[in-house]
């Protein structure tokens, strides 16, 4: 009986990428008084090709997996650092799939090229304070009345969008400047933060997860 | 060392074992393809009568779908008004949408049916997008959207033949009642 081989093997898979480490090839060829090829400088268009192949790869993994990126700002304080924090980001929760209120997301600023990290305080049909709570100042021009302007504003948020406000609100510029965001703009979800030191990775949690259960009945 | 496929095992073996080789081979070609049509450029069809007549214009004669190649690459950087983009639904992130750029940052749009005011100015970073037909949702119903919204533009019609070519946005007849940003500074 012949022994056992899997139908593919790491030989295969190496072959396939057009990675060729062992030189047992060039052993087998009739002609072996020619010097073995330099395994990545003797194939310069596989090299290329395979190369182009891993870059792919990675931008996608960067794309719809798992991406670290360094915070700066004041805006979270005190969750995130101003400056030294990176975080881990959750590219499944891109467009807002499964994010909830509560948690942190980094998102495409509606008004410029840039891109923040901020709290999610309401989904679409929520009803969210439109100005700063304890401050008379409005900061919301478009479609503000006498009867909206002040610390009770409230509005409710449109199909499709979110209320995105940072934990420092005297140091950042959020939704109370540029009005409900939309989830196509959420690029992903904060899991953790990443610091020097790999003890010091922590994970983020939605703070409302462990309050206890309540009813709004009664 | 033996290579693969011409070991002791039998055929059957053999043509599995090259079977496998040549899957993996074709398997490592799937992230550029991915990559090449998520970020660089994708042939898609137009779905329904938004942008009639200019896109799917027998869409109550025949099932017929346009397909059209949508260019990726700084989709939302540079607009221009008349172009057609694609992107994403602000009610819906799910939904890609097509419409025509109407206004930019800054133009002052006199708008249509559903919009509650005559009169919109686009902020900073928004665009006003309309669709050519009357059967449309478009900026009249949920109003300026993000530029960042826009995930691609309308470059080719690639099907059905006899409109196929490039899309001249810049021929197409531009909409009354917009009030450029530079002619009113």
Known sequence: ?218 | MARWGSGAAGPQARFFRQFSHHLIGFATWLPPLIWFNTFVAEATFIHGPSMYPFLNPHYNESLRQDLCLVYKLYAHENLQRGMVVTFRSPEDPNQITVKRVVGLEGDTVRTRAPYPFEYVHVPSGHVWVEGDGDKTKDSNTYGPISARLITGRITHILSPWNRAGRVKWWEHRERDGVRREAESL
């Open chain 1, 1 to 218: 009986m012949p022994p056992f081989r899997p139908p593919f093997s790491f030989n295969t898979i190496k072959s396939r990428l057009h990675i060729r480490f062992n030189t047992t090839k060039s052993s087998t060829t009739p002609n072996s008084t020619t010097p073995p090829k330099n395994p990545i400088f003797g194939h310069p268009f596989r090299t290329l090709i395979a190369t182009a192949k891993l870059v792919a790869f990675t931008h996608l993994f960067i794309q719809y997996g798992f991406y670290t990126s360094p915070a700066a700002g004041p805006s979270m304080l005190p969750t995130m650092e101003v400056l030294g924090e990176w975080m881990l980001v959750s590219k499944w929760h891109r467009f807002g799939r499964g994010v909830s209120v509560g948690d942190v997301v980094v998102f495409n600023i509606p008004i410029n090229d840039g891109h923040g990290v901020k709290r999610v305080l309401g989904l679409p049909g929520d009803y969210v304070l439109v100005n700063t709570p304890h401050s008379s100042a409005s900061s919301l021009e478009e479609g503000v009345t006498e009867e909206n302007r002040g610390e009770k504003a409230m509005m409710q948020i449109p199909k499709g969008h979110c209320w995105l406000v940072g934990d420092n609100m005297e140091a950042s510029r959020d939704s109370r400047l540029y009005g409900p965001v939309p989830l196509a703009l959420i690029r992903g979800k904060v899991v953790a933060k990443v610091r020097q030191h790999p003890w010091e990775f922590q994970w983020l949690r939605n703070p409302l997860d462990t309050l206890p259960e309540y009813s709004l009945e009664g």
